[in-house]
Each structure stands twice: as structure tokens, then as C-alpha cells.
């Protein structure tokens, strides 16, 4: 059912490159020339490393304040760049949680891409086993009991005043035969998937259906647009959402988080927010966001970038460090392919997703995380019944077909 490369390892099939926020001109015209993917068992700086490699690749993306130009229709067009939730504490001196879930799958991956001679017809390096897809059913790492209970531990160190609001997430995994990359690939469909894509290497692929940006430099600016709140798509959840003032404090407290990360990289007095508190739709549910921007110091390179903004104060809490430990301490499994970053990076734009709303194959099972933001108010089972609400879209497609 699967191929078999030439060092033996069993590998998923490829499909033609669907990275979230490829440039859509280019897509269908993408090769990959290089990757290169860091464990820690490699040691080094993932940051600093990933900047050489690209470099080393004809991407300068030591000083984002200067932008190089555009890029031609001949040579290297960018690459895709993914950094694992547990990668991004790593890089920002935190914990880095329980052991993931998937191993095969690198914690920081490059892949770097060029033009085709000759375009390809979109999707033609699909390669499908015999045999149809079947999806099993989901195993969850804990109970809705345990979900319920790490909620109240959150509760309780807010009490004591350790944290202000720590994100937890659980996971699920399913087992498949057949071809996951087409599943996958679903997810980008979704309503409001503005990261829509798929990444793949040896034995891993990564699906992303996420609406949330984690960092975007363009146009001379840095931004991140973090998300917080969720009620169901219908015109009483929107009017919940906006009354809500517990889903306001929260989103207000991650709006002044991700202030402070932009602050480390920005000129001074450069950050300001451009939108609090937008209600927009994802699927059947409405979610709040921000947009918080600011002015990019000379000199500032991909490596200090990532990490003053990895891992997403929406998916960690604040303080972040402090938050991470009580992730690392609750949550029983580790958080893989989600709560990271996953997107395109190239001279003249950066553009990374948060990957929530996202899935992982590895070699027999499917992987799925969902989560939220605990606070003093949070409800227990609310929050195991809003975490299965951002889960079932996802469930939904990966079954179909």
C-alpha cells in the first residue's frame, strides 16, 4: 500500500505541493530542490540552523526589515517551513512537554522548492493504494473526566496566582488503511481554513485547516493575528460571543501577550493593534480575533523571529513560561504536528500558521489535538464540549470518501 524507498523505510505517497500560503501562481509549478528536518537528538540551534540552511539555499532571510525583491520564474521560489509545538518552547527556554505521539515527524522541517521546467497538472503525483480508505475509530489520550479535571488544575493555579491563563489540549488518534494524503488534503477545504494545506516526508504527513495566523511579515510590517473565543455559528452564538466578558478578558489578556513577543523583534513604540475582538466564522463556529502589528528592527533575522514568537501565546497562556510548565505537567500526551507553526517563508514574505485545526499521519494512524484557553471562569465541561466542537469539522472530513 505504500512506497518503499531505496534505504527501505516505508514512506506515505506524495501529492503534488499544497503548502499553506505557497504562492497560489506557483503551486502547481513546485519541485522540491532540498529539506533538511532537525530532532533534538541532532542537538544545535533549530532556529539559527534552519536560517543557514536557507541561506545556504539562496534565501537571505537574515534582516526582515529589508526585504529582498520578488522572486523570477527560474531558480529557488521559497519553502516551507514547520516548527512542532514542543520545538517552539525549546526555543523560547520552556518545557516542551510530554513525549509526541508521532515520532517519525521531525520537529523542525525545511523544505526548500523551485520552479519546474514545465508545469505540472495540479495533483498528478498523487499516488493512491488499492484498497479505498477506511478510517477506524477515535482513541482518545484521556477522558472527558481527565479533560474536566485538567481544567479544574488550571483553575486552581490561577487561584494561587501561578498563571493568568494556561491553553490545554488533548489528543486523539485513529487507525487507516489506504492512502492518508487525499484525507488531508480535505482539511484545507474547510470554511475558513486560511492556512489550508499539506506538508509530507518520510513516513509523516501534516493536514492543516487552520484559520490562525502566527506570524506574517509583508509590506515592511510584522503581525500576528492571534484568535480567542468560540461560541457556534448561529446569530444568538455571535451575540453570546461579543456580551461575553469572560471571552473578552481572555482575548484581551493573549492581545497583550503577543504585544510583548512582537515588542522583542520591533522598533520601539512601532506595535499597535490594528483589530480587537473581529468575529469571524471558521465552520460551524464563531471565533474572535485580533490583529496586532508593528514595525520590524534592522537586523532582525528568521532565527529571532521564531523565537519571539514560537510557541503562539494563544496555544500556551500567560505568562508563557509558566503556563508551558502546567502544559508539560497536565496534559498526558505531547502536542505533535499542533499548536505549532506551519507556512512559507521566502525573502519578500513570511507567512506562518498556527496549526491549530490540524492533523498528522504517520505510518497506520491519524492524529488529531484540540483544545482551549482556561481561565479563572472557564467551565470544565463547557471546555471539553467546546474542544470536541473544533475537533468534529476536522473528523468529519478525514472520514469522508
Known amino acids: 500500500m505504500r512506497q518503499i524507498g531505496p534505504d527501505g523505510v516505508e514512506t506515505l505517497p506524495r501529492i503534488a505541493v499544497d503548502v499553506p500560503g505557497a504562492p497560489a501562481g506557483c503551486r502547481a509549478a513546485l519541485v522540491e530542490r532540498d529539506r533538511w528536518e532537525w530532532r533534538p537528538v541532532d542537538g544545535g540551534d533549530p532556529a539559527a540552523l534552519a536560517q543557514r540552511f536557507l541561506a545556504e539555499h539562496g534565501l537571505a532571510l537574515d534582516d526582515l526589515a529589508r526585504p529582498a525583491g520578488r522572486h523570477g520564474a527560474h531558480g529557488v521560489c521559497g519553502a516551507a517551513l514547520y516548527v512542532s509545538a514542543a520545538a517552539g518552547a525549546l526555543l523560547t527556554g520552556g518545557t516542551p512537554g510530554a513525549p509526541t505521539p508521532t515520532p517519525t515527524l521531525p520537529e523542525v522541517a525545511v523544505v526548500v522548492y523551485g520552479h519546474a521546467v514545465a508545469r505540472r497538472a495540479a495533483g498528478g503525483a498523487v499516488r493512491r493504494p488499492a484498497g479505498g480508505w477506511w478510517l477506524g475509530d477515535w482513541a482518545p489520550s484521556w477522558t472527558s473526566r481527565q479533560h474536566a479535571d485538567a481544567v479544574r488544575a488550571v483553575r486552581d493555579a490561577i487561584g494561587r496566582g501561578d498563571v493568568y491563563q494556561v491553553n490545554v489540549v488533548g489528543h486523539a488518534a485513529a487507525r487507516y488503511t489506504?492512502?492518508?494524503?487525499?484525507?488531508?488534503?480535505r482539511l484545507g477545504a474547510l470554511p475558513g481554513a486560511r492556512y489550508g494545506g499539506v506538508l509530507t516526508g518520510s513516513g509523516w504527513a501534516i493536514g492543516c485547516a487552520s484559520p490562525e495566523t502566527l506570524v506574517e511579515v509583508t509590506a515592511g510590517r510584522v503581525l500576528t493575528r492571534p484568535i480567542k473565543g468560540t461560541r457556534p455559528a448561529t446569530a444568538a452564538g455571535r451575540a453570546d460571543l461579543l456580551a461575553s466578558a469572560k471571552e473578552r478578558a481572555e482575548h484581551v489578556m493573549i492581545v497583550d501577550l503577543e504585544r510583548n513577543d512582537l515588542a522583542r523583534v520591533a522598533r520601539t513604540g512601532s506595535v499597535r493593534v490594528d483589530d480587537l475582538f473581529a468575529v469571524r466564522r471558521w465552520c460551524d463556529l464563531w471565533q474572535a480575533e485580533s490583529t496586532v502589528s508593528a514595525v520590524p528592527a534592522d537586523g532582525l533575522g528568521l532565527a529571532d523571529l521564531l523565537r519571539a514568537v514560537c510557541p503562539g501565546g494563544s496555544v500556551t497562556g500567560a505568562p508563557k513560561l509558566a503556563a508551558l510548565e502546567h502544559?508539560?505537567?497536565?496534559?498526558?500526551?505531547g502536542r505533535g504536528a499542533a499548536m505549532g507553526a506551519l507556512g512559507w517563508v521566502a525573502p519578500d514574505r513570511i507567512d506562518l500558521g498556527l496549526t491549530i485545526r490540524t492533523a498528522a499521519a504517520d505510518a497506520d494512524?491519524?492524529?488529531?489535538?484540540?483544545g482551549g484557553g482556561i481561565t479563572w471562569g472557564s467551565d470544565p465541561d463547557a471546555e471539553v464540549a467546546e474542544a470536541a466542537a473544533k475537533a468534529n469539522p476536522l473528523r468529519a472530513a478525514l472520514a469522508a470518501g
Not at 489506504?178 to 488534503?185: E, I, M, R
Not at 502544559?327 to 500526551?333: G, H, M, R, W, Y
Not at 494512524?365 to 484540540?370: G, T
Request: no cysteine; glycine share 4%.
Open 327 to 333: 502544559i508539560a505537567a497536565l496534559e498526558p500526551v
Open 365 to 370: 494512524r491519524l492524529h488529531l489535538w484540540a
Open 178 to 185: 489506504g492512502d492518508p494524503l487525499p484525507a488531508l488534503a
